[in-house]
């Protein structure tokens, strides 16, 4: 997880205010649990890990990089990513930051799945071992994390699994993904998680 935070793809960025969004404060209110949860937050060596997002009209609003230290985000702590090309690696935003270093991925499940509206990427070496141990779906070992091939890894999974899911990121120690149609379903989803659930 050393390189976490770490963007990959070449951005383009625009300064601008902070993006609005009718559902940010219940997506900034479960970015605070997941916090407190310890399944977003920083390294010791002050690295960030973790993000969070919902799709908006024209793109969706993302936790901005280097953010994961924040215990409590204001609307400064988040971007509008309004393009996304994977071939070319690049992520086109607008707000007071650049985009989190995953947006590329986050980007790649809501094109494959026009139903999702929430997307969360987690950090947890206990829950991670659990949906491997588990089989859960998947990404392929290479696929390394904020690159065109992880996007197209969850891609391709969220594709037989449109619905919601969870999916393992097997060349991102201790990370996956999770997707679903709205807030309060993901938080139902980490419940089910937390459960001991493992998706198929």
């Not at 650049?98 to 997307?119: D, F, L």
Request: glycine share 10%; proline share 6%; aromatic share 8%.
């Amino acid at each position: 997880m050393t390189e976490e935070g770490y963007v990959k793809y070449r951005c383009v960025h625009e300064n601008g205010p902070a993006p609005t969004h009718p559902g940010w404060k219940a997506l900034n209110d479960l970015r605070s649990d997941l916090v407190r949860a310890g399944l977003v937050g920083v390294l010791e060596n002050g690295v960030g890990y973790g993000n969070v997002s919902l799709r908006a009209e024209n793109g969706f609003v993302v936790t901005a990089t280097a953010t994961g230290h924040i215990p409590e985000l204001g609307p400064e702590g988040y971007t509008l990513v309004t393009r996304c090309d994977i071939d070319a690696n690049t992520v086109w935003s607008t707000g007071p930051a650049q985009a989190s270093s995953e947006s590329m991925t986050h980007a790649a499940v809501y094109e494959a799945s026009p139903s999702i509206n929430c997307v969360i990427h987690l950090h947890h070496a206990g829950l991670y071992g659990q949906l491997i141990e588990g089989r859960a779906p998947a990404t392929a070992p290479d696929a390394a994390f904020g690159t065109p091939a992880m996007a197209r890894s969850v891609a391709e999974l969220v594709r037989r699994h449109p619905a919601d899911g969870i999916i393992v990121m097997t060349g991102h120690q201790d990370g996956f993904i999770m997707y679903a149609p709205d807030v309060e379903h993901m938080r139902d989803l980490l419940y089910m998680l937390s459960q001991g659930y493992i998706p198929c």
